[in-house]
């Protein structure tokens, strides 16, 4: 295929993961049109143009604990500091949007007759379903264990929502439905203690109106009204 060459970029367009190139300085020379897609870009062109300072200030990297990632310790990085292969599966938020994303991302090295490294080959796999439904899983499973192990209705939904985050949400919020019919804030769930605080303040300050046909309350009715 003597013209191969000229259509890589046609061929890798139809790739189902992600492809990306860089170069010694980190900035991206080549994207395909998954990888701009991925990285919330419209075009590999927009992708390209936009230094990798601001594609990164995008998103908030995480591991598969949910503790921050490094961006230093990214295959591609780690690769151009001379390392023949790397690979990591890491969350990403994307701030704009909030919507979240897992990638298993693979990098190679490029390197000249002297071994001097002149790219690094990054391919992005999407995992967002596959975790996704792990998650969910491991959720199931755990929320089942703490249902049977009290029969304290409070705290065990305090439990549960502990197991929510960073699992499957930022935050969680559990309200009860009295036998009154009002509504009040059981459990908040977030990975940051001091949001948790805040919202237990505005909960204190501005509780649940029993009488309203918004949020929460109106969420907590129509279910009522379900199960009759």
């Known amino acids: 295929m003597q013209h191969a060459p000229d259509n890589l970029a046609v061929f890798l367009d139809h790739v189902g993961d992600g492809v990306t190139v860089q170069d010694p300085s980190g900035q991206l020379v080549y994207a395909n049109a998954v990888a701009a897609e991925a990285l919330g870009f419209a075009s590999a062109a927009e992708l390209l143009a936009t230094p ?16 921050p990632f490094p961006v230093e310790k990214l295959p591609g990085r780690r690769v151009l500091q001379g390392e023949l292969g790397a690979a990591v599966t890491v969350r990403f938020h994307i701030k704009e ?9 693979r990098s190679s090295p490029v390197a000249d007759a002297a071994g001097n490294v002149l790219y690094a080959v990054n391919v992005w796999q999407d995992a967002t379903a596959q975790k996704r439904a792990e998650a969910a899983q491991r959720f199931l499973a755990e929320a089942g264990e703490a249902l049977a192990a009290s029969l304290d209705v409070e705290a065990t ?3 549960i929502a502990r197991l929510a985050v960073p699992r499957l949400a930022d935050w969680c919020v559990v309200h009860l439905v009295r036998d009154d019919g009002s509504v009040s804030q059981l459990a908040v769930a977030h990975v940051d203690p001091e949001r948790v605080a805040w919202a237990r303040r505005l909960q204190e300050h501005s509780p649940a109106d029993p009488e309203s046909d918004r949020g929460v309350v109106r969420a907590a009715h129509g279910a009522i009204r379900a199960r009759a």
């Open 97 to 105: 949007t909030g919507e979240e994303r897992w990638s298993i991302i």
């Open 52 to 67: 990798i300072t601001e594609i990164v200030s995008r998103f908030d990297l995480f591991d598969e604990e949910g503790q």
């Open 157 to 159: 939904l305090t439990n």
